[in-house]
């Protein structure tokens, strides 16, 4: 354990720099490192990271209640796409009118979807109605 003093004096005598790591701790915790190559790797360490991390969107598709098989099959062909790029999709159901005094078909519908991509899908978020449309969340498993 150093002075203050000292350390500063030893940093200067290699030439390079007197950095507080932990200052919090007791006492606190320097380095003599070249600051000028340590800031360089660690700012190239973070952009290492940051090209790494992978980003999950959320895409979302709208259905109506009233959709026919054949647009149903075109939008789980999209879902799929979406699914294949590892991204989560949030199916929205929308209710119209006097549809919302049926919403056990919009539940109907939501159980149809789910059952067409079979074991392919996991649900993160179960149907839920909420104001005028019924939503959920899948993603691939």
């Known amino acids: 354990?150093?002075?203050?003093?000292?350390?500063?004096?030893?940093?200067?005598?290699?030439?390079?720099?007197?950095?507080e790591i932990s200052p919090e701790a007791n006492p606190p915790v320097a380095k003599i490192i070249d600051w000028g190559k340590y800031n360089y790797q660690k700012t190239k360490q973070l952009q290492k990271n940051k090209r790494s991390a992978r980003v999950v969107d959320i895409k979302q598709m709208r259905f109506g209640l009233k959709i026919s098989d054949h647009d149903l099959g075109v939008k789980n062909k999209k879902i799929t796409e979406f699914l294949e790029d590892g991204h989560k999709v949030k199916i929205?159901?929308?209710?119209?009118?006097?549809?919302?005094a049926h919403k056990e078909i919009g539940f109907k519908l939501a159980e149809r979807i789910i059952e067409s991509f079979g074991d392919l899908i996991a649900v993160d978020q179960q149907p839920i109605f909420a104001g005028k449309q019924l939503g959920f969340v899948i993603r691939k498993k």
């Open 1 to 19: 354990m150093l002075s203050r003093q000292e350390a500063l004096d030893a940093a200067r005598a290699a030439g390079l720099d007197l950095v």
């Open 92 to 100: 929205m159901i929308v209710y119209r009118g006097r549809e919302l």
